[in-house]
Structure formats: structure tokens, C-alpha cells
């Protein structure tokens, strides 16, 4: 696969979680759903996400393939920036319905700091980019 089409891969995705999760905060704000539901739905992808993350990272060690090798890197930037997405998204949701207290500010606090501390440990898990030598 090219890398423009792999781009267009993950924005189509990014895209579908999106339109995913406008759709439980639509339910929510109409009150088919509990105000807390989508908070609860972001944490447990957030989650999820972090997992598979890591796992295919550890797994890039054992790996000896190149095309499996960029889809796994491509799916940890793709939870990075998605993780700093939805959780502004989350405390904007928040913010406009009234739901917050001090806990949640920590658990808001919390996610940007694990996401933080997440990135720079994938940096020793992630591959580094093969230099070419000048002959």
C-alpha cells in the first residue's frame, strides 16, 4: 500500500470514530442516553486502544516484516492523536453539560499525563528509521 492511501486509511478512520462518537453524544444530550455514557464509552476505547497499541509495539521486537511493521506504526500515531482528541473533547462535553467535578478534572489530568508518558515510552519500542549511507 502506498503511503498516501495509507494516510487516507487512517483519516477515513479517524473520521468513522469520529462520526461514532458524535453519535453517543447526540444520544446523550437528548437524554436516550446517561449524560455519563460517553465519557464512559472515550475511557474504555482510550483504553482499549492503549493496549492494542502497546501490544503491537512490543510485538515490532519479534517482527522481521516490513508490511506489517508500518501498519502497527501507523495504528500507534493513529491512538496517539486520536487519545489527545477525544479526551479535549470529553471536558468540552463536560463543560457544557455541567458534569464536572474535581475528580474528573484528575481523570482528564490523568489520561493527558499517561498519554504523555505513553508516547515517550513507545519511543524506545517504535523502530528508528534506517539511514541511508552516503557512498
Known amino acids: 500500500m ?5 494516510f487516507l486509511l487512517w483519516v477515513v478512520c479517524f473520521a468513522f470514530i469520529d462520526v461514532t462518537f ?11 442516553l446517561s449524560k455519563w455514557t460517553f465519557a464512559l464509552v472515550a475511557l474504555t476505547v482510550f483504553i482499549i486502544g492503549w493496549l492494542v497499541a502497546f501490544i503491537g509495539a512490543k510485538s515490532l521486537k519479534n ?3 516490513e ?14 492523536v486520536w487519545s489527545v482528541c477525544m479526551t479535549f473533547d470529553v471536558m468540552k462535553y463536560s463543560l457544557e ?3 464536572l467535578n474535581t475528580y474528573y478534572f484528575f481523570g482528564i489530568g490523568a489520561a493527558l499525563m499517561f498519554t504523555g508518558w505513553a508516547c515517550c515510552r513507545l519511543e524506545t519500542f517504535l523502530p528508528k528509521p ?3 549511507q552516503k557512498k
Open 2 to 6: 502506498k503511503k498516501w492511501q495509507e
Open 22 to 32: 458524535e453519535f453517543i453524544k447526540t444520544l446523550a444530550e437528548n437524554g436516550t
Open 63 to 65: 517482527q522481521k516484516t
Open 67 to 80: 508490511k506489517k511493521n508500518s501498519w502497527i506504526v501507523g495504528l500507534v500515531y493513529f491512538v496517539m
Open 97 to 99: 453539560n455541567n458534569i
Open 130 to 132: 534506517k539511514r541511508k
